[in-house]
């Protein structure tokens, strides 16, 4: 039997359509105005122990109310969820026992405490005993140096130290389950990295299935073989990263800088380079940054030597950069019928 | 219960982070203690007994109820309000911590904290400085343990105001009216014996009164003896047990708001 067990699992919540102005928030305190947003809207998948699941998507997709439901904080609208064999929101405690969570924007940990009184505090509330607690503090110790780190206090450690201890103290009471909620949100590359290795050795220290839900395409890459994608609160692939891969792997991200860039530059910029390498080679024009304009075309089919050499040739181009495909063009190109 | 102890330890480590606003509260209250004493000896002039109480007793009466209001004074209302609105509480409900007793032995700590660094100094300057007397008697031994129960009214009503956050965004007037609510008509302020007769007996069976009036009683009429101290303490064992309850519901029914329509 799969660890954790999702059909048709629906979550929808009832907001106040709210109203502008002052006169209009005084309307809403009587208003029975209500919509409903469809947060998750009939997902169906299964983890086995052990897994590391990627599960990725734009902002308000559906992934962290999706989370939330496998933690037993909320209660789905209508569906099935099985975590370990027991419905989450009815067994919220002892589910809690055998899971561990972290939740990138906020700390699990005692802020004006010392960074060892909070993996004390989470010893005796997940009643860890003597020996099992040595022997975590050990590992974590290899892993991330974090005896260097025990005075401390938390609210003085770094972002990406805090975000070490925190997913450090998540496994501490060797959980079956980790949730990881966008663990690498705000971090540089050199952290990022240092984080994944840890989420790795752990996963493969004690077989701990971990879900992780990320913005940054490149953690999925670098611990995942399944990425499950969700937008809309449905999802849209589930299944082995190398199909992911093999698609936008090679896709890059040119950005474009354009000298007395005006708005029909966008659109002599499109002809041009759909008249320069033609319609089958995929490459879009779009601007999502001001004064930036993006092109993005597949590596596998048109060298990015040739991209760069004719945009240089045909425009006065002030700066460059590239960029790996983002979560959001992922999401678009599937939406188009890139995994077919 | 025993993976809440460590809470109490945790909560009370924290307090002694933030060790210099003791210094401030320690000196504020002196302060206080100084108008009080000024403001009842003008209010006694020329007169030994007013409504029952003498001015020693009235004066440690007042004295002791700041003290014990900054010893109650946890902010848990404003706590658990910025753990609901900034979603903190999902870290300790992912956690297999029940909230409430996560909440209550939280603030166990800082109590005890406040014991410590305020309370008793407090107490002290009132022997010392302003030299009360302390009659003996039974009322002296029941004194700490209604303290416990004043402490667990208090929580309630606190984490009863914190949990409005979970309907309404803002808790600001909410809390400053309980405030109020709960210093005046508790006995905080002035002692019951000054409020009109018809008021105290409507008072008597409010929960406000079992914060302060009842602890404060066993102090300045030590002597009074059982009968007179039973009911009020089985009185303040009610109110404990029911507020318990009671913001125990409030708070099954308000964590399905989130559990229903999100955090």
């Known amino acids: 039997m799969s660890l954790i067990h999702i059909e048709n699992l629906n979550k929808h919540f009832k907001v106040l359509n709210r109203r502008e102005g002052l006169s209009g928030a005084f309307r809403d305190l009587f208003s029975g105005d209500y919509k409903t947003v469809e947060a998750v809207s009939g997902i169906s998948f299964d983890i086995e122990a052990g897994e590391i699941v990627g599960y990725i998507g734009p902002n308000g997709a559906g992934k962290s109310t999706t989370i939330k439901m496998m933690t037993g904080i909320l209660q789905p609208t209508s569906g099935v969820i099985e975590v370990n064999g027991l419905v989450p929101y009815y067994n919220r405690i002892r589910q809690a026992q055998t899971m561990g969570v972290v939740f990138g924007q906020r700390t699990q940990l005692w802020w004006d405490l010392p960074v060892i009184e909070s993996f004390k505090i989470l010893r005796e509330i997940y009643k860890v005993d003597e020996k099992t607690f040595k022997q975590q503090m050990e590992m974590f110790n290899d892993l991330v140096g974090l005896k260097a780190l025990h005075m401390q206090q938390v609210r003085t450690l770094s972002l990406g130290q805090r975000m070490l201890c925190d997913i450090a103290a998540s496994f501490l009471h060797n959980p079956k389950v980790v949730f990881l909620d966008e663990p690498t949100i705000g971090l540089d590359i050199s952290v990022k990295a240092k984080i994944r290795s840890l989420i790795k050795r752990l996963n493969t220290e004690h077989k701990t299935t971990i879900i992780l839900t990320t913005h940054d395409l490149g953690d999925v890459e670098a611990l995942c073989t399944r990425i499950i994608i969700i937008d809309k609160g449905k999802i849209l692939y589930d299944g082995d990263i190398k199909k992911v891969n093999a698609l936008f792997g090679a896709y890059r991200t040119l950005k474009v800088q354009i000298d007395n860039f005006n708005e029909s530059t966008l659109q002599t910029l499109q002809e041009k380079i759909v008249n320069h390498f033609g319609v089958d080679k995929n490459l879009t024009v779009a601007q999502t940054e001001e004064f930036w304009t993006d092109i993005t075309f597949d590596q596998a089919l048109t060298p990015l030597s040739d991209v760069l050499n004719f945009v240089m040739k045909n425009f006065s181009v002030l700066d460059v950069r590239i960029v790996e495909i983002s979560m959001e063009n992922v999401v678009q190109k599937v939406y188009d019928g890139a995994l077919g | ?263």
């Open chain 2, 1 to 263: 219960m025993r993976k809440y102890l460590p809470l109490i330890r945790a909560s009370y480590m924290v307090s002694l982070v933030y060790r210099f606003g003791f210094l401030f509260s320690i000196i504020g209250n002196i302060v206080y203690l100084g108008v009080a004493y000024y403001l009842w000896k003008s209010i006694y002039q020329g007169r030994d007994v007013l409504n029952g109480l003498t001015f020693n007793e009235t004066f440690l009466y007042v004295g002791l109820g700041s003290a014990i209001f900054i010893l109650l004074k946890t902010y848990a209302d404003w706590i658990i309000h910025f753990e609901i609105q900034q979603g903190t509480i999902a870290t300790y409900l992912t956690k297999p911590l029940d909230f409430q007793l996560y909440s209550l032995f939280t603030n166990f700590g800082a109590v005890l904290m406040n014991l410590t660094a305020i309370t008793v100094p407090t107490a002290v300057v009132m022997i010392f400085v302003f030299k009360v007397q302390v009659t003996s008697g039974i009322g002296l031994w029941l004194f700490p343990i209604s303290l416990i129960f004043a402490f667990l009214i208090s929580f309630s009503i606190d984490f009863f105001v914190g949990l409005i956050s979970f309907y309404s965004e803002s808790v600001w007037g909410v809390t400053a009216t309980k405030d109020i609510i709960v210093t005046v008509l508790s006995g905080g302020l002035i002692p019951l014996q000054f409020f009109p007769e018809a008021m105290q007996k409507i008072l008597y069976w409010l929960p406000f009164q079992a914060v302060y009036h009842t602890p404060l009683m066993m102090i300045t009429k030590a002597d009074l003896g059982w009968g007179t101290f039973l009911p009020m303490l089985l009185l303040q064992i009610a109110w404990a047990i029911i507020l318990l309850i009671a913001s125990r519901l409030f708070y099954n029914q308000a964590i399905k708001v989130i559990r229903i329509s999100g955090g």
